[in-house]
């Protein structure tokens, strides 16, 4: 494997962003994070003085990278959300912006828990269906006992007064999958279902936590984006209708899909455990890297 040339790398701060620490909480202060990460003094190790964390580190921009749950986090770092980033991109004590964006096998949404790829992958390991609405649940600091209801898409159902139409249309799978991805899946949208549950839990239809519902206007000032799908992966989906929201937006975005691939397959590209799939989703995003950075 031919790693990312160290003069490339050398201007950027690369924020990895895993599943393991990004799901919990849907409360976190993403803007407060970054602000201290760029700004925050630093002890000097010889002079003993407190120095500027940006002496540390000289910057140009930031490489937004982040798997699984992850994008849900580090996705709106990188955009420039109205709910969120006007604070970061307005503020002058921060001058380091995001270069590009790199999304892993992304979870973007949680109104549709039964896409053609929670249909087709529900019971392939790693990643099973109910495990997903599970992560969900424990993001949003929801109850457990609502999981049923999730997973038959009862919260999205049609008389929910908190999703609407054009929200709808930013995960309509019917519209933004290509029909190889669609296969002869249906569309599994409820008459009538959990009524006020958006309400409950307004997480669900916030881009902060679901970026794939963000606005194309928003999307249309993200910069060009690496977006990694793998077909054996129940959030394969998130991913590929995001990256034709981007395109539509005008966005440069290379899709990498693997139809061998499934969820976590990168994390296999080293002994003792390797893959062919492994090594290849990994050579192939080290050289995205070095052409892009």
Same mark, same amino acid.
């Given at each position: ?204 239809? =916030? !881009?902060?936590?679901?970026?794939? $519902?963000?606005?194309?206007?928003? /999307? @249309?000032?993200?910069?060009? #984006? ?6 054996? =992966? !129940?959030?394969?989906?998130?991913? $590929?209708?995001?990256?034709?929201? /981007? @395109?539509?937006?005008?966005? #440069? ?6 139809? =061998? ?33």
């Amino acid at each position: 494997m031919k790693p990312a040339s160290s003069g490339q790398l050398k201007n950027y701060i690369c924020l990895f962003w895993s599943f393991e620490f990004g799901h919990r909480r849907w409360g976190f202060d993403k803007s407060r994070f970054i602000k201290y990460f760029r700004n925050a003094d630093v002890k000097n190790r010889e002079t003993g003085k407190a120095e500027p964390r940006r002496r540390h580190f000289k910057l140009n921009s930031w490489l937004g990278v982040w798997d699984g749950s992850g994008a849900q986090v580090l996705q709106v770092f990188g955009r420039p959300d109205r709910r969120l980033y006007p604070q970061l991109i307005s503020d002058p004590t921060l001058t380091v912006n995001f270069k590009v964006q790199a999304l892993i096998y992304p979870v973007l949404q949680a109104l549709d828990f039964l896409t053609p790829s929670y249909q087709q992958n529900q019971d392939v390991p790693i990643l099973y269906r109910p495990l997903m609405v599970q992560f969900w649940l424990e993001y949003l600091g929801a109850d457990a006992s609502l999981e049923p209801l999730l997973l038959a898409n009862n919260h999205s159902s049609l008389d929910q007064p908190g999703i609407s139409a054009a929200t709808r249309s930013k995960l309509n799978w019917t519209a933004l999958l290509p029909a190889e991805r669609r296969k002869s899946f249906q569309q599994v949208v409820k008459e009538t279902g959990s009524g006020g549950l958006v309400g409950k839990l307004p997480g669900l239809t =916030d !881009v902060r936590a679901a970026p794939l $519902l963000a606005e194309q206007d928003v /999307l @249309r000032r993200t910069p060009k #984006a690496y977006v990694m799908t793998c077909e054996f =992966d !129940v959030l394969r989906d998130d991913g $590929l209708m995001y990256v034709r929201r /981007l @395109r539509d937006a005008g966005v #440069a975005v290379t899709s990498d899909h693997y139809e =061998d691939g499934f969820h976590g397959c990168m994390a296999f590209a080293f002994l003792p455990v390797m893959s062919s799939v492994g090594q290849r989703s990994l050579n192939n995003y080290i050289r995205w890297l070095d052409q892009n950075l």
